[in-house]
């Protein structure tokens, strides 16, 4: 008896494992990039399926092509999961930013019931790589017909270099305490330039709106005119300005009671946050630094004396350099580089124009295209990073 019952059991066994081989599904995934990267399949990704009836998992790794075979599969429902780490290399030359990456996908409740001659996509997912950077810095300013100095026409353009859609909402934008070289022969450098922590913020201006205003593409930039003429044809502007800042995207219209600055009615006004004296955002002709950052409480940031200034000179704004995005330093000269004033772990170097009111202007340099989107060159060093070109070129690269 103890003989007839096993042979039944092993049996049975065999035509169950034979039943459920005839519904068995071999089937092919293949992993993609997310839209905005340089390749379209993605090699080396870590692909599990979990079983939603008994939690029994699978695992396999995309080929170069992105492909991955799963054999024998039970039909059912499953949660597909996808990973993948970029190294700093591999991530540039995907996106052109250099920082390490993950990539995820998880797809939820798929009915794998019968196979297909296609293979299913598995779309990645990850953080937005790269950031709002400075594009153009438009500082020097030009000479009248008469050969006088004139810097209404200066503008700061910034670029989203990164990936995704980035809202300009609630940016900030500040130009940094100290002088821009020797000047004069009682200059002297900043005297927070032993703080490698932090910049010392002159005025501050805000990017308005609710969080979702002002949608950015990849590629895309927004420029911030000084005072936002056409500088070639107003009759307050300047016939040998190079610039037309008529349509820019907003303006740093500082309002006074002797309305002295000129606010353009039909461009959207910065956000004063701060700001330090003048008539209007007048950033050094003989080279500003500047930055651009995110904050969740400006006013909790501190304000600190300037040592040895005047009691009625105002403090500046103390600005931890984690909160910074993107810096941009130009100096009066090469031999002026002991006037820097940003820490060098935010930007290693800098820039210098042939003189003020020279019309020239600093623009960031072309990396690389992917895809047909342009990306700037981002070392974390004005020098490398930027060239001086002999005439602005606001929202092109002409």
Same mark, same amino acid.
């Given at each position: 008896?103890?003989?007839?019952?096993?042979?039944?059991?092993? *049996? #049975?066994?065999?035509?169950?494992?034979?039943g459920?081989k &005839?519904?068995?599904?071999?089937?092919?995934?293949?992993?993609?990039?997310?839209?905005?990267? @340089?390749?379209?399949? @993605?090699?080396g990704?870590e692909?599990?399926?979990?079983?939603?009836?008994?939690?029994?998992?699978?695992?396999?790794?995309s080929?170069?092509n992105g492909?991955?075979?799963?054999?024998?599969?039970v039909?059912?429902?499953?949660?597909?999961?996808?990973?993948? +780490? *970029?190294?700093?290399?591999?991530?540039?030359?995907?996106?052109? +930013?250099?920082e390490?990456?993950?990539l995820?996908?998880? *797809?939820?409740?798929?009915?794998?019931?019968?196979?297909?001659? &296609?293979?299913?996509?598995?779309?990645?997912?990850?953080p937005?790589?790269?950031?709002?950077?400075?594009?153009?810095v438009y500082?020097?300013?030009?000479?009248?017909?008469a050969?006088?100095?004139?810097?209404?026409?200066?503008?700061?353009?910034?670029?989203?270099?990164?990936?995704?859609?980035?809202?300009?909402?609630? !940016?900030?934008i500040?130009?940094?305490?100290? @002088?821009?070289?020797?000047?004069?022969?009682?200059?002297?450098?900043?005297?927070?330039? %032993? %703080?490698?922590?932090?910049?010392? !913020?002159?005025?501050?201006?805000?990017?308005?709106?609710?969080?979702?205003d002002?949608?950015?593409?990849?590629?895309?930039?927004?420029?911030i005119a000084?005072?936002? *003429?056409?500088h070639?044809?107003d009759p307050?502007?300047?016939?040998?300005?190079?610039?037309?800042l008529?349509?820019?995207?907003?303006?740093?219209?500082?309002?006074?009671?002797?309305?002295?600055?000129?606010?353009?009615p039909?461009?959207?006004? #910065?956000?004063?946050?701060y700001f330090t004296g003048?008539?209007t955002? !007048?950033?050094?002709?003989?080279?500003?630094?500047l930055?651009?950052f995110?904050?969740?409480?400006?006013?909790?940031?501190?304000?600190v004396?300037?040592?040895?200034?005047?009691?009625?000179?105002?403090?500046?704004?103390?600005?931890?350099? %984690?909160?910074?995005?993107?810096?941009f330093? @130009?100096?009066?000269?090469?031999a002026?580089?002991?006037?820097?004033?940003?820490?060098a772990s935010l930007?290693?170097?800098?820039?210098?124009a042939?003189?003020?009111?020279?019309?020239?202007s &600093?623009?960031?340099v072309?990396?690389?295209?992917? %895809?047909?989107?342009?990306?700037?060159?981002?070392?974390?060093?004005?020098?490398?990073?930027?060239?001086?070109?002999?005439?602005p070129?606001?929202?092109t690269?002409d």
């Open positions: 008896m103890k003989r007839i019952l096993l042979l039944s059991v092993t *049996l #049975m066994l065999l035509w169950s494992c034979s459920d &005839a519904t068995q599904l071999d089937l092919t995934f293949q992993t993609l990039f997310p839209e905005t990267y @340089a390749e379209s399949f @993605a090699p990704v692909v599990t399926l979990t079983s939603i009836t008994d939690q029994f998992t699978q695992q396999a790794t080929d170069e492909l991955i075979q799963f054999k024998d599969i039909p059912g429902t499953y949660t597909i999961a996808a990973t993948l +780490t *970029l190294t700093p290399g591999q991530a540039f030359e995907l996106t052109g +930013t250099s390490e990456v993950t995820s996908a998880q *797809l939820l409740n798929q009915n794998l019931l019968s196979e297909s001659d &296609a293979a299913i996509p598995i779309r990645l997912r990850g937005v790589v790269g950031n709002f950077v400075f594009k153009e500082y020097t300013g030009s000479r009248t017909p050969g006088g100095n004139y810097f209404w026409d200066q503008f700061h353009e910034i670029y989203n270099n990164s990936t995704d859609t980035l809202y300009a909402d609630g !940016l900030y500040a130009d940094i305490f100290g @002088a821009s070289g020797q000047i004069n022969p009682n200059t002297t450098p900043t005297p927070f330039q %032993d %703080d490698q922590q932090h910049v010392y !913020l002159n005025s501050v201006w805000r990017v308005p709106g609710s969080g979702t002002y949608p950015i593409a990849p590629g895309g930039s927004i420029l000084q005072t936002a *003429l056409n070639q044809s307050n502007g300047n016939p040998d300005s190079p610039v037309n008529g349509n820019a995207d907003f303006e740093t219209y500082n309002q006074r009671d002797d309305d002295r600055d000129i606010d353009n039909n461009v959207t006004n #910065m956000e004063r946050v003048g008539f955002w !007048l950033v050094p002709v003989f080279g500003p630094a930055v651009i995110r904050t969740d409480d400006f006013d909790a940031l501190e304000k004396a300037v040592p040895d200034a005047s009691p009625t000179f105002p403090p500046r704004v103390k600005l931890p350099v %984690d909160l910074v995005i993107d810096a330093e @130009a100096l009066r000269s090469d002026d580089g002991n006037f820097k004033r940003i820490p930007d290693a170097g800098f820039i210098y042939s003189g003020t009111y020279t019309a020239e &600093a623009r960031r072309t990396e690389r295209f992917i %895809d047909g989107r342009r990306i700037l060159r981002n070392t974390n060093n004005t020098g490398n990073d930027f060239e001086i070109i002999s005439t070129t606001p929202r690269f």
